[in-house]
T-cell receptor, first 115, second 113 residues
């Protein structure tokens, strides 16, 4: 398996533009998580899905952020409009509730810079 | 909700020495405590985890200890090597309520050759 795949790896945009981050979880995993990493706040949970259904979005900063999971193999995190304070590394991660392992598999992240 | 505090934020050791990173958590319902290692430009990777029904777990040079009464757990790395240099995160989670991990703020470990 190729692991969790995120795209793009890097995104540079201007304030006010729409940004869409993409994630393909590991096949068969039923949980998907979006985390944001910054120096100041560390790894923060934004939202997570179980079987494509959003379970907890209390970490989504504000209405400018939205996330979808239209099927088991794809999720998007959208920021509209983007602001400089959104600059961070955004990680997608997936896991399975089946079996004994609770391991969370992270993608390589998307480095977002909003100018 | 859960709050996880991690210390120290940076740690420098000589190759071959031991390194210890400590975390405390606030939610007494938490029962799963993993540790992740993050190398530069990569996502965090699980290196060891422990459940609240055990007090200690070892995997080669890495060990984790848990004190549920005091609500703290620690990562111990023995015989450190330069490739152990990375950022380490502790995390906590309960089986009830929110399934997602709450992470500590991270420890940057530098192993000096």
């Amino acid at each position: 398996d190729a692991g969790v795949i995120q795209s793009p790896r890097h995104e540079v945009t201007e304030m006010g533009q729409e940004v869409t981050l993409r994630c393909k979880p590991i096949s068969g995993h039923d949980y998907l998580f979006w985390y944001r990493q910054t120096m100041m706040r560390g790894l923060e949970l934004l939202i997570y899905f179980n079987n494509n259904v959003p379970i907890d979005d209390s970490g989504m900063p504000e209405d400018r952020f939205s996330a979808k999971m239209p099927n088991a193999s794809f999720s998007t995190l959208k920021i509209q409009p983007s602001e400089p304070r959104d600059s961070a590394v955004y990680f997608c991660a997936s896991s399975t509730s089946r079996g004994l392992s609770e391991k969370l598999f992270f993608g390589s992240g998307t480095q977002l810079s909003v100018l | 909700g859960e709050n996880v505090e991690q210390h120290p934020s940076t740690l420098s050791v000589q190759e071959g020495d031991s390194a210890v990173i400590k975390c405390t958590y606030s939610d007494s319902a938490s029962n799963y405590f993993p540790w992740y290692k993050q190398e530069l430009g990569k996502g965090p990777q699980l290196i060891i985890d422990i459940r609240s029904n055990v007090g200690e777990k070892k995997d080669q040079r890495i060990a984790v200890t848990l004190n549920k009464t005091a609500k703290h757990f620690s990562l111990h790395i023995t015989e450190t090597q330069p490739e152990d240099s990375a950022v380490y995160f502790c995390a906590a989670r309960s089986d009830t309520g929110r399934r997602a991990l709450t992470f500590g703020s991270g420890t940057r470990l530098q192993v000096q050759p």
